[in-house]
Nanobody, 126 residues
Framework: QVQLVESGGGLVQPGASLRLSCEASGLTFSRYTMAWFRQAPGKEREFVAVISQRSGSLFYADSVKGRFIISKDNAKRTVFLQMNALRFEDTAVYYC???????????????????WGQGTQVTVSS
């Protein structure tokens, strides 16, 4: 059974940093494209970042570009999201997602992913 488990969320002040982790099991990690999405209360889930399994290319939402970094450790079957210079608008539940066959045109869309974690809460507040 495929499982994705996020961790590392918490309550921080504006300008602080957090590193989220997503540990995968039940799949051949190196063959999967891994992504992060987030969802604020009452709003649609939105794309944050992705790392392609084939090329290793990284893509980010404009709202986080230059502040967030996605990376992975194949040996540990874990994908990370380093979040720096956090803002109030970054407050959301952050979800890890995985796909073995996502195409470029769907890489930034929810529909491109088959597996999802339970989410971890990130709250930025003063």
């Amino acid at each position: 059974q495929v499982q994705l488990v996020e961790s590392g969320g918490g309550l921080v002040q504006p300008g602080a940093s957090l590193r989220l982790s997503c540990e995968a099991s039940g799949l051949t990690f190196s063959r999967y494209t891994m992504a992060w999405f987030r969802q604020a209360p009452g709003k649609e889930r939105e794309f944050v970042a992705v790392i392609s399994q084939r090329s290793g290319s990284l893509f980010y939402a404009d709202s986080v570009k230059g502040r967030f970094i996605i990376s992975k450790d194949n040996a540990k079957r874990t994908v990370f999201l380093q979040m720096n210079a956090l803002r109030f608008e970054d407050t959301a539940v952050y979800y890890c997602a995985a796909s073995s066959s996502v195409i470029v045109s769907q890489m930034m869309s929810q529909s491109g992913y088959s597996y999802w974690g339970q989410g971890t809460q990130v709250t930025v507040s003063s």
